[in-house]
């Protein structure tokens, strides 16, 4: 079977650093993506990772170890506009792409 | 980045009737092309994946003579609600990618609602 994990609701100050993390077990793998989602908008690309290691991106950063089946999407300097839900996604062959159930993440003042 | 764009944003239907709603890819040829489906507070569920000019492939549980795809042409894909039911309201987002391509864009989505 495939699954894909992540905690269902997080919640961090404005200027903290949050960690959201993904475990999968999938049939297949491709690489690992994060999108970013407001509620009733369409998800938006933050991070694609197929090798092991760190990807830095401005204030977002994204970690993937494949031996673990395991990711972590990190946020700095947390912004109240990076309340959303964020997903992770393992794109399988032919470019199928899977979907964890996100995470919501609410930044308080 | 590449834009898909899908069309309507949002609809109203009666119980019964048909709902077609396309997606498209403005400014680069798209291969390949999925379709997700989602509910409130749930995540994406793949519903299919289209190859233009090809059949559509259905993932386990979604009904094909329901949910009609057609990939006539490597700029679009249409999806077609077909005898739509209030269970079939749902948020439905399209995405592409072109050949060779990292990574799929996604449309805007259409928010569904049969009544």
């Known amino acids: 079977g495939q699954n894909i994990d992540q905690p269902t609701e997080m919640t961090a100050t404005e200027g903290a650093i949050v960690q959201i993390n993904c475990t999968y077990q999938t049939s297949g793998f491709n690489g690992l993506f994060w999108y970013q989602q407001h509620a009733g908008e369409a998800p938006t690309f933050l991070s694609y990772n197929v090798l092991d290691g760190l990807e830095e991106k401005g204030r977002f950063s994204s970690f993937l170890s494949r031996s673990k089946g395991y990711s972590y999407l990190l946020l700095k300097e947390l912004q109240m506009k990076d309340s959303a839900s964020y997903l992770c996604?393992?794109?399988?062959?032919?470019?199928?792409?899977?979907f964890g159930a996100g995470t919501r993440l609410f930044v308080k003042a | 980045g590449a834009v898909v764009s899908q069309h309507p944003s949002r609809v109203i239907c009666k119980s019964g009737t048909s709902v077609k709603i396309e997606c498209r890819s403005l400014d680069f040829q798209a291969t390949t092309m999925f379709w997700y489906r989602q509910f409130p507070k749930q995540s994406l569920m793949l519903m299919a994946t289209s190859n233009e000019g090809s059949k559509a492939t259905y993932e386990q549980g979604v009904e094909k003579d329901k949910f009609l795809i057609n990939h006539a042409s490597l700029t679009l894909s249409t999806l077609t609600v077909t005898s739509a039911h209030p269970e079939d309201s749902s948020f439905y987002i399209c995405?592409?990618?072109?050949?060779?391509?990292?990574?799929?864009?996604f449309g805007q989505g259409t928010r569904l609602t049969v009544v």
């Open positions: 995405s592409a990618r072109e050949d060779q391509g990292t990574e799929a864009f």
């Open positions: 996604a393992v794109r399988k062959g032919g470019f199928k792409t899977i």
